[in-house]
């Protein structure tokens, strides 16, 4: 056999496309080939003449047999079979000497022209990629669904990353429709710096405001194994293999991103474009654009930025910019150092006063006279916008822009103030929750007491060595404590600082996951689970009170609840509520340790009927 394959390479080497394609009879075989050869010379004319603006070609599926009629009297006219109906991709993020729609028309009509020469039957369909992002932004994904059925004879990346998001997206909302929020593509795809071999990022945004019978972390975990499977089945049906690169969020952990303004979450706002919405990213990504989220660092840095560029544009048309770009150029700085001190973006009325109130008299940090210039600048532009002001000078405008610059040199050196006070405050906040959340854990595991000094030891001992929690988050756990011993004495940098409290955010998030996984385990043996009749019921023993749910199974569960006799019997049984129960829950830090005594068992034939089962292993 191996001999064989060696005197007939061309046979081994045959590609799975052409071995089909030997399968079909021999005149569908003809008219592939030649509709093969006419879209290589279409995308060879085309390549020539727009190469650096074509993002992909693809062949569309044949047009389906709709009948279409002008006029009631009219035969409907039939759809013409023949056509070969071609997509091209087109990039109108570089436009500058037209409008998009400009230059759509015509590249559309250079295109139809060239087609027209190949096959009169060749129809092509012009997209630019903003009108393509557009349609998402409205909801409408048929262009997308076409994409996927499509077959690329030119691609750049971006086809076959339309193509494997959008089958994934119809497997994940076929399964988990219910669940998902928005599914965003991302990263350079979207941003326009995306290369043949760059990564197809996606985000899922999974609803965990409605879960009831497993924690937040079990829902993310069980969903994201799943998920990322189908990820992988989506590339074996597309033959797009190891590309995409999924992350999942759940929407209370993404609403934390979004009110701290995680540089993350404003990239993916900013840049995303949504596959699927259930109406929650887009209200986002617009409340963003109008600037209504909280700044994190990132636009604080760019509120600071804004004051030089203005400061620029000054001294270019003094004449005709003016008053209008000083008062912005020292304003938003000055709102930019409040937002960085913690305060939220105060309205441009009380800046002065706030900059006053914080930075002069209570932290000493900056001198009055530069509140002095931001006061007169407002007050000067508020009676040129009033009209109490006609005119103002040439001089004044001097006087105003010199302020304005020795007020922004001194805002600067105010923010390096700020950030020096901030992280101080960091490292101990840092340390501080690192050590709680510890103890937290470790109290958990039955170890009441931990002196400050015993803490790495014991989480090693009692955690690490255990196999509990991996071992990195020890050296995690080591650098830390390093970092602060450092940074009292000085030796620690900004970038070490800022890497200090990104390790620490990932231990604490591991940490309570930990809690949740282990105590969601611990509240799983304090459950009786039964059934009676065609329902499973369920009694959850929570200290001197056990909550009954009479069918979980049921969309609007029935709860009861009774105190727990120290016999181990139930009594009186009352009506209760998902709330109380949660409440409950809540209060119960360490589920207790729940002993189960003979005369519950005839409470169950009370509340539950004669025919009760109790379920074990289940």
């Known amino acids: 056999m191996a001999k064989k394959q060696q005197n007939n390479p061309a046979k081994a080497e045959q590609k799975p496309e052409d071995a089909a394609l030997a399968q079909l009879p021999k005149d569908i075989q003809e008219k592939l080939k030649s509709i093969k050869a006419k879209l290589e010379k279409f995308q060879k ?39 070969i109906s071609v997509l091209v991709l087109v990039d109108d993020s570089d436009s500058r000497k037209m409008s998009k729609f400009e230059l759509k028309d015509k590249l559309t009509v250079i295109v139809s022209s060239i087609a027209q020469e190949i096959d009169k039957n060749m129809v092509p369909q012009t997209i630019i990629l903003s009108e393509l992002w557009q349609n998402c932004y409205d909801a409408k994904y048929e262009m997308l669904q076409l994409i996927a059925l499509s077959a690329p004879v030119y691609d750049n990346g971006m086809l076959q990353a339309i193509k494997i998001a959008e089958v994934h997206k119809t497997m994940v909302l076929k399964k988990f429709e219910k669940y998902i929020v928005s599914y965003v593509l991302a990263g350079s795809l979207v941003q326009g710096r995306a290369t043949k071999t760059s990564d197809i990022d996606v985000w899922i945004v999974i609803d965990d405001t409605d879960v009831k019978k497993m924690t937040r972390a079990e829902l993310k975990d069980k969903l994201r194994a799943i998920i990322i499977g189908m990820g992988i089945e989506a590339g074996d049906i597309t033959g797009v293999q190891n590309k995409l690169n999924i992350q999942i969020y759940i929407l209370t952990d993404f609403w934390d991103s979004l009110r701290e303004a995680n540089p993350i979450i404003f990239t ?31 636009a604080i840095d760019m509120f600071m930025g804004s004051g030089e560029q203005m400061l620029r544009r000054v001294h270019l048309k003094i004449k005709d910019i003016g008053m209008e770009d000083i008062y912005y150029a020292i304003l938003t700085p000055s709102q930019a150092a409040l937002m960085l001190y913690g305060v939220p973006p105060p309205a441009p009325k009380e800046t002065a006063e706030l900059m006053k109130d914080i930075f002069v008299k209570k932290e000493g940090l900056l001198e009055e006279k530069f509140v002095k210039i931001l006061e007169r600048t407002i007050n000067i ?16 405008l001097d006087e105003l822009l010199s302020d304005a610059e020795k007020f922004l040199k001194r805002i600067k050196r105010l923010f390096t103030q700020i950030e ?35 803490v790495v030891k014991i989480f090693e001992d009692e955690l690490i060595s255990q196999g509990k929690i991996p071992p990195k988050f020890l050296r995690v756990l080591n650098e830390i404590i390093k970092a602060k011993k450092d940074y009292d004495d000085k030796k620690l940098s900004k970038v070490e600082v800022e890497q200090v409290r990104k390790d620490a955010g990932n231990l604490i998030k591991f940490l309570v996951e930990y809690i949740q ?8 043996r304090a459950k009786i689970r039964v059934k009676h009749g065609e329902r499973y019921g369920e009694i959850i023993l929570l200290e001197d009170t056990a909550f009954i749910i009479h069918d979980i199974d049921h969309e609007e569960k029935e709860l009861s609840k009774a105190k727990i006799n120290p016999d181990g019997s139930l009594g009186t049984i009352q009506k209760s509520s998902l709330e109380e129960l949660e409440k409950a829950l809540t209060k119960v830090q360490i589920p207790p340790k729940v002993f189960i005594k003979e005369p519950i068992f005839e409470d169950l034939k009370r509340v539950f009927g004669k025919d009760v089962e109790v379920l074990v292993n289940y």
């Open 420 to 454: 020096k006070i901030k992280e101080e405050e960091d490292m101990v906040n840092v340390y501080e929750s690192i050590v709680t959340i510890i103890r937290d854990v470790l109290r958990m595991e039955g170890i009441e007491k931990v002196e400050d000094e015993e």
């Open 381 to 396: 532009r508020k009676d040129i916008e009033h009209g109490v002001k006609k005119d103002l000078s040439g001089k004044e």
């Open 45 to 83: 004319q085309v390549l020539e003449k727009f190469d650096k603006y074509i993002m992909g070609i693809a062949l569309l599926p044949p047009p389906k047999e709709e009948m279409q009629a002008q006029q009631p009297e009219q035969k409907p006219a039939p759809v013409n079979k023949d056509a």
């Open 268 to 298: 993916l706002l900013r840049d995303g474009v949504p596959f699927y919405d259930r109406g929650i990213f887009m209200p986002w990504k617009q409340l963003l654009k109008m600037g209504k989220i909280k700044p994190s660092a990132e």
């Open 517 to 524: 996984r282990k105590r969601g385990r611990e509240l799983e």
